[in-house]
């Protein structure tokens, strides 16, 4: 696949999907129960990512080893350096975002795609961007099935995808070390950043980013200042390898 966004599925299935017994809903009472034990204790109040995760199919998201952890209060390996995070995570990231109908919303670090299924499930419009060729085959047979409108493009994280920019909404799909150069272009002028920020050690801080710039006496933008960062509350997160810090060259 090249690295220009994609919109028609692959013709073979994903493992994630074929593998799976044509009666899955022994997952229907767990699922209910994740939202119950996990999501709703911990302020998520917004009801339509309530909604979202009570009926979105979790155990398709992941491979078939890890199926039995589906809905359990853990982040899930799917491979290539992405992971599933945990249910909670996706909430609390989700509500952070503060997504309003309509809106273009850009997923780094897809995988296969259930958190982009549930921002789509907000009425907003999802491009989900990955780099691994097999997670995007994945991710095309997963949201095929939870939300076909959500387009895919597959190419280099660090280059976020320009083809549908601007963004109200960047999210990361994962833990980052800093906000990638990418996003001053393509995140629209008053859009916003959402994710994990790391620093140091497993423990990162939720994080919603918005332009910083520099006014003019009658109020309009001006030069683009950085970030306005606000951080809010502290999980363990995985980073998203492909997006840390090139190490500077020390003599």
């Known amino acids: 696949m090249s690295q220009t966004q994609s919109q028609t599925a692959e013709?073979?299935?994903?493992?994630?999907i074929a593998s799976l017994p044509s009666d899955h809903s022994e997952f229907s009472e767990i699922r209910q129960r994740m939202v119950d034990d996990q999501v709703r204790p911990l302020e998520v109040n917004d009801p339509r990512i309530i909604t979202a995760?009570?009926?979105?199919?979790?155990?398709?998201?992941v491979p078939p080893a890890e199926r039995g952890f589906a809905y359990a209060d853990r982040t899930l390996p799917l491979g290539n350096g992405r992971y599933l995070l945990q249910p909670m995570l996706t909430a609390r990231i989700v509500q952070t975002a503060r997504i309003a109908a309509g809106e273009r919303v850009l997923?780094?670090?897809?995988g296969t795609g259930y958190?982009?299924?549930v921002v789509?499930?907000?009425?907003a419009h999802v491009v989900a961007l990955e780099s691994e060729a097999e997670l995007v085959r994945q991710g095309h047979a997963y949201t095929d099935v939870t939300a076909p409108g959500i387009i895919w493009h597959q190419g280099p994280l660090a280059e976020g995808a320009p083809e549908n920019a601007p963004y109200d909404i960047i999210i990361f799909d994962g833990a980052i070390r800093?906000?990638?150069s990418f996003c001053v272009t393509q995140l629209a002028a008053d859009g916003r950043i959402v994710g994990m920020m790391g620093k140091?050690?497993?423990?990162?801080?939720?994080?919603?980013?918005?332009?910083?710039?520099?006014g003019t006496a009658n109020g309009a933008a001006g030069t683009f200042e950085g970030w306005a960062t606000r951080l809010s509350f502290d999980a363990p997160a995985p980073l998203i390898q492909e997006l840390l810090p090139?190490?500077?060259f020390a003599f």
């Open 53 to 61: 995760m009570r009926n979105l199919p979790r155990e398709l998201a």
């Open 107 to 110: 997923i780094v670090a897809a």
């Open 120 to 123: 789509a499930s907000l009425n």
């Open 246 to 248: 090139i190490p500077a």
């Open 200 to 214: 140091s050690g497993d423990i990162c801080s939720a994080f919603l980013a918005e332009p910083d710039r520099a």
């Open 178 to 180: 800093e906000i990638p």
């Open 115 to 117: 958190l982009a299924s």
């Open 11 to 16: 013709s073979s299935r994903s493992p994630l």
